[in-house]
């Protein structure tokens, strides 16, 4: 196993969040880290967050062009359970035929 030659550092614009800006504006993803939280890293690790902000942006679309209600589930979802929004993010890209309706569910549930 290697050893990383860079030590990843906190984003100074997003203070390590990966989010900055209004959610309206490229998906509220820190343009500086790409939304990683990092602005230095390992080549993997930079190449694994470069490639989920790519998966989330074309989910995204996805889902906002098959219904409001969906859309606001994925957002909630987001939030709510990281750990389940990646699962739905990988069924979104993979075409999976009833995830646009269980988002739109989660959207309406309590």
Known sequence: MSTPLVKPIKCRRC???????????????CKRCSGSGVEEG????????KKFVE????????VQAAS?????GFRKLEVDDPARFRKALASVLAGHPKVMEALAAYAHAE
């Open 15 to 29: 203070k390590g969040t990966g989010e900055f800006g209004p959610s309206y504006v490229d998906f509220g993803i």
């Open 42 to 49: 390992d080549k993997a690790t930079l190449q694994a967050a």
């Open 55 to 62: 998966d989330y942006r074309a989910a995204y679309q996805l």
């Open 68 to 72: 409001w209600d969906a859309l606001m």
